[in-house]
């Protein structure tokens, strides 16, 4: 919430994104149509209904972004309603010993084509502790990795007229990494998801999930 949309920012009515924060199950009946995006952050469960809400509102032009932590039970996102939309299938938590880094292997992507204007130093340099296990769908496209192992780090997928992007790590550190600490890499990382979500540069609604 704060690299989309700096409190600071929000006071001063300079932001990009306006955003909305709600726990997971203020999401069951609501109306997702007036958001550009909505981002799941480290949410432990959805109940079926909501998974098939999302899956029509990415089917019909949204953008989801996913990312993996410490509450998500794989139960839930392996269900049949979540796998109708989810590019991956998990498999379980895991840690790299020793630390590894991002790869942005497919830096012209859409989604990381700036940071090769920008540089990618940041977002390379932290250290990436835990990540999730998963098995990629057949539809699925590898955008980043680590650096030493064929684990997918950023998948990306169209369902529909809408994208899907799952991180296997989190942003919300509990010991997984420190990216949201990595200084300006991670905000523009941030807006650049949903910049790539959205499909609107120009679009001002961001619905943001969580697990608090």
Known sequence: LEALAPAELRKLGRTRWQCTW???GKLVGKDLRRYAAVCLIDVPRLPADVWTGLDKYVESGGGLMVALGSHVEAVSYNSEPAQKLL??????????????????KNIEHP?????????TSELTAVEMLRYWKVQTG?????????????APALIDRAHGRGRVVVFTTSVSRE??????????????????????????????????????
């Open 22 to 24: 709600c726990t997971p």
């Open 87 to 104: 590019p991956v299938e998990l498999e379980g938590r895991t840690r790299f010993s020793p630390p590894e880094f991002l790869d942005l």
């Open 111 to 119: 989604l990381l084509k700036k940071f090769g204007d920008w540089g």
């Open 138 to 150: 057949a539809t699925a496209s590898i955008i980043a990795g680590y650096t030493n192992s064929a």
């Open 175 to 212: 010991g997984w990494n420190d990216l949201p600490a990595s200084g300006w890499s991670f905000v523009a990382f941030a807006d650049q998801t949903v910049r790539y979500l959205s499909r609107q540069v120009r679009s001002t609604f961001n619905s943001s999930n969580g697990s608090a």
